[in-house]
């Protein structure tokens, strides 16, 4: 097995296997589906064209995230990826507004996902016998195409972004998943070992579902203002939005806390700052090997860039400083 600094180096440099929790696929169609997307969800879904796609949020009525959905753009229908368990509750949900609506959504659960990330995922995946289309990593994030493997069969791949390195989804039944998996790793391609996955998404700031994506916080407070189109028209949960925006009320911000040695804080510890006894609180942590430990962290808006703050738990505290931010509007 590849060690993490090989697969670190291999990240930056070549290729790696992201295996992680993985994702559940859904599919939508019916003559509204783009329509009905635009109107019930956050982001810009109308107007993307067939071979194109983008990121969308499915809010509740008070504005909290419930969930980030990824929409591809197919010639007879939506291609909706999803965090791992999630598919269902996201189809129940969407399908509880459908009334009037041609759409209807159901999961493909017999297709199941895997990421190659690095500069050269696409010539990684040729060589295991995935016919990726030329130049498809230098396409917008989120272009996508089928393709079919002699190997592996249907193949379905998207241009993607994770652990802040740009990469290549690929989608495929199951047994075939598993196999271009196997292919990869006895060609050598090194599999990130899941503890230093975790610390790379820290460092880029990239929210992960039950840890800073909670349904009792707000898009702007978690680092997803992009996946907000602030011109369309009325989507569940906008008023709220539109509302927080408008006021400027936005108390709370995604945070990168870099710690001044190797232990780790735990998510749910509370923060303090000079003049903010209640700064925030911890949601991830982790650490790269030979580095300091790195935290993301809900701060309030009040505590700058480059601040102190103390990490408290039970056992005492530690010692961190506000290194990176995502601004609630982007």
């Known amino acids: 097995m590849m060690t993490s600094p090989i697969a670190l180096q291999s990240l ?21 589906r783009v329509v009905f997307l635009q109107r019930i969800t956050s982001g810009k879904i109308a107007g993307v064209e067939p ?71 696409e010539a990684t995946l040729i060589a295991a016998g995935i016919p990726v289309p030329s130049g498809l990593l230098g396409l917008p994030l989120y272009a996508h195409a089928d393709v079919t493997s002699d190997a592996h069969g249907p193949v379905w791949i998207a241009h993607g972004r994770a652990l802040g390195s740009e990469g290549l989804c690929v989608v495929a039944k199951r047994p075939d998943r598993d196999a271009i998996v ?15 996955a975790e610390a790379l998404r820290i460092l880029a700031l990239e929210p992960k579902l039950g840890s800073e994506i909670t349904p009792d916080r707000f898009p702007v407070e978690v680092g997803l203002a992009a996946a907000i189109d602030h011109g369309k028209g009325c989507y569940v949960g906008q008023e709220t939005i ?75 505290k530690l010692s961190a400083e506000v290194a990176a931010e995502v601004p609630p509007w982007g």
Request: with cysteine; charged share 20%.
């Open 182 to 196: 196997q292919a990869l790793l006895g060609a050598g391609v090194p599999s990130l070992p899941g503890e230093m």
């Open 12 to 32: 930056r440099d070549a290729a790696v296997l992201s295996g992680g929790a993985g994702h559940d696929v859904l599919r939508a169609t019916g003559k509204d």
């Open 242 to 316: 539109v509302r927080m925006r408008d006021r400027g009320n936005v108390r709370k911000r995604l945070a990168l806390l870099r710690l001044s040695g190797a232990d780790a804080p735990k998510p749910g510890d509370k923060l303090a700052a000079e003049g903010q006894p209640a700064a925030g609180v911890v949601t991830s942590a982790g650490c790269l090997p030979g580095e300091s430990a790195v935290a993301l962290a809900i701060v309030a808006t009040a505590v700058p860039l480059g601040a102190k703050v103390d990490i408290l738990d039970a056992d005492g």
């Open 51 to 121: 071979g194109q796609g983008s990121q969308t949020l499915l809010l509740d009525v008070r504005g909290h995230v419930l969930c980030r959905l990824l929409v591809f753009v197919r010639e007879q229908s939506l291609r909706i990826i999803v965090p791992a368990g999630q598919g269902a509750s996201v189809a129940e949900g969407l399908s509880k507004y459908a009334i009037m609506d041609d759409f209807q959504i159901v999961a493909e659960a017999e297709l199941a996902s895997l990421a190659v990330l690095g500069p050269k995922a």
